[in-house]
């Protein structure tokens, strides 16, 4: 896979099962941040979306770079979806971040300090068929 135009169905159903996933992001010093995180995959929108808290390093970090990558790996099965991100503070966009977490997840805690990562996909890799 190369773009997300390009994904088969079952990469889009990977993508709304409930797994948590890796956000990684660039440090200052260029090495890599991975943190834990639940995101959702908006097809029609090839928008990957992280709620987080203001002034976290992740937010730091995509501030600083404009780039970022989740992936997500159950088994055999794994995706990696990466390209150009932003830190959405509208609060629409993060209504509408909140509201598909809960959607896939489950609701989140209320915070004041809430922001949403949002990533615009350019590069899909792995494989989401279980190998046979």
Known sequence: MSTPRELPPEAHAFLAERHLGTLS???????????????????????????TREGSQKVRNVER????????????RWLSLEGPARVAREPEAI??????????????????????????????????????
């Open 25 to 51: 992001t660039i440090r200052r010093d260029g090495t890599l941040h991975v943190c834990a995180v639940g995101f959702t995959w908006d097809a029609d929108a090839l928008l990957v979306r992280v709620i």
């Open 65 to 76: 770079t404009g780039r970022a990558a989740v992936a997500q790996v159950d088994g055999g």
């Open 95 to 132: 209504a509408g971040a909140v509201a598909r977490y809960t959607t896939r997840y489950q609701e989140p805690r209320p915070s004041a300090e809430r922001v949403a990562i949002e990533i615009t996909v350019e590069r899909v890799l792995g494989r989401a068929a279980t190998p046979g």
